[in-house]
């Protein structure tokens, strides 16, 4: 049985790599990036589910993951360094939403994101955890 990576990289476009386990400074991970097996040494303990540079990220320029930009660099990243708050501006709510968006009354809003979590019983004695959490 083939040995599982330790990151994902979810688009072929995508810069960076997701860790599925903590990972220390000096390791090398094994992955699969557009197509072809490579190994990045990481410059930095990398926590679970943060992301590091799969190439070198110039300051200013995209961050892409699940093939989209999601965040704009800070400062140059280096291939294998944690890609986190520190070095990246998140585009979640800062980008103009263009006119004529149903619900945007005046150019020029800003798109914004509200997280629900929503708590539904699939039976009758659930029902009781449900309504405690929902309380929380």
């Known amino acids: 049985m083939a040995a599982r990576s330790k990151a994902v990289v979810i688009n072929e ?7 599925v386990t903590p990972m220390k400074t000096g390791s090398t991970v094994s992955l699969e990036v557009q197509g072809r097996a490579e190994r990045i040494k ?14 070198g990220i110039e ?3 995209d961050v892409i993951k699940y093939g989209e930009p999601i965040g704009r660099t800070t ?13 990246v501006v998140s585009h979640r709510g800062r980008r103009k939403v263009p006119d004529g968006i ?6 020029g809003w800003k798109a914004g994101v509200r997280n629900h979590v929503l708590v539904i019983p699939s039976v009758v004695c659930s029902q009781g955890a449900a309504e405690m959490i929902s309380r929380t």
Do not use: C
Not at 42 to 55: E, N, Q, T, V, Y
Not at 75 to 87: Q, S
């Open 13 to 19: 476009k995508d810069n960076v790599a997701t860790a």
């Open 42 to 55: 990481l410059l930095s303990d990398i926590p679970m589910g943060h992301k590091f540079a799969l190439r």
């Open 59 to 61: 300051q200013g320029a």
């Open 75 to 87: 400062a140059a990243i280096a291939k294998g360094e944690h890609v986190h708050v520190h070095n």
């Open 102 to 107: 149903p619900g945007i009354p005046e150019a």
